[in-house]
């Protein structure tokens, strides 16, 4: 396919005013229509897009038949229902869906047999796989520099979360919890990693500062704020997240380690630093640091330009007709982990994932 890729994009707020910036730095591909029920976040999309035609309703959207590729950026809790429609109504479009897959494990099962047989590619949206310490990091481990990983550790401190249209993203009931909004992109990333299946989770958590002052019709926010969680796989490795969304006063956002029997490797955000560590060369405080050369081509945007990464190796595989790098077993695991992680902390217990996933 040598066409330009002529792309709608469902849900227009924040994250889809991004997709539209990394498809308009895209070659060969044009946004040419847009929805949302929110007029705030159309007049957002028109003036990253003027030319594109908005929409009030998905499903206006979906009558066009010269669409070639869906991105769809809804509400997490809107996104089982637009689906529903997408891959019925539509099993022609490729489909690029932001994550989480949905907010919970059955509706992501549910998603996963409509799409069964369907000539439209679908590709997960976890796009942390392509930041550039990320990919590099997963490339190290690849090559064997630390021996079989046997532990990966995973911190996220960072800024709460911001403020979303209608401020959907306060309650649990719209989100799957923080462990499942925020956290899929850190579990795809173990499991990527390790190339195993996880087989149990125990987490402790709590909301203890952001939003306990916020009340929505007399009702106030349940999105914890922190976490530990411990992840369990098939074959010994464990890996573990600390998660803190009142940590804005520091200097890496994400600090991500791997550890085996001949070294460790961890990698620095936004530093963008690479570390290197090989048992019996390095000690403490010797190990190799190497700065991360951001891809050349890749418009930046929000998340240092995974996003157009993670756009333009989509728009490559329908072009090739190829098995998207990222698919819905992808989406459907990671949101199981963080449900397991969330019945752990609510239960206060270890939850093995054969309770999560039968």
Known sequence: MTKTLRYG????????????????????????????????????????????????????????????????????????????????????LHLLIEKPLCTTVADCREVIELAEGRPGLVWMGLEYRYMQPVARLIDEVRSGVVGRPRMLSIREHRFPFLVKVGDWNRFNRYTGGTLVEKCCHFFDLMVMIFDAEPVRVMASGAQDVNHLDESYEGETPDIIDNAFVIVDFENGQRAMLDLC??????????????????????????????????????????????????????????????????????????????????????????????????????????????????
């Open 9 to 92: 994009l469902i849900g227009s707020g924040m994250m889809g005013v991004e997709h539209i910036e990394n498809i308009n730095a895209l070659d060969g591909a044009e946004i040419v229509a847009f929805s949302d029920p929110d007029g705030h976040s159309r007049e957002a999309a028109a003036a990253a897009q003027p030319c594109a035609v908005a929409h009030s309703d998905h499903h206006l959207l979906l009558a066009d038949p010269d669409l070639d590729v869906v991105v769809l950026a809804s509400p997490n809790h809107t996104h089982i229902d637009v689906l529903r429609d997408v891959l019925t109504q539509r099993p022609d």
């Open 245 to 358: 969304m009142f940590a804005d006063a520091t200097t890496n956002q994400e600090e991500i380690s791997v550890v085996g029997e001949l070294g460790k490797v961890e990698a620095l955000i936004p530093q963008d630093v690479l570390r290197v560590g090989r048992r019996g060369e390095h000690w403490i405080g010797e190990v190799e640091e190497r700065a991360v050369t951001p891809d050349p081509g890749a418009f930046v945007g929000m998340h240092h330009g995974s996003s157009f990464i993670e756009h333009r190796r989509f728009a490559d595989c329908i072009r090739a007709g190829s098995v998207p790098e990222v698919g819905l077993a992808e989406g459907l695991l990671s949101v199981a982990i963080g449900a397991a992680a969330h019945m752990s902390i609510d239960e206060g217990r270890v939850v093995g994932m054969d309770e999560i996933l039968g």
